[in-house]
């Protein structure tokens, strides 16, 4: 998958894919994730999976806060 956005959000994105777009450590992510500052994941059997139109909430936020999401 590419860094691309689908317009629909109905995509789901894993941690790989999450944090392409948001350019922080695994660790600080799951810290993020457990204080509640990062949107949460959807578990699907093992493996957690976060909905593309709450990674692109997310990004909007940081945004408008005058926060950068990219590297």
Known sequence: MTNKISPTGAQRLNLKEVLAL????KSCWYAGVASGRFPTPVKCGRRSFWPQSKIVEFIDTLTRAGVSHER
């Open 22 to 25: 948001i350019p922080v450590s």
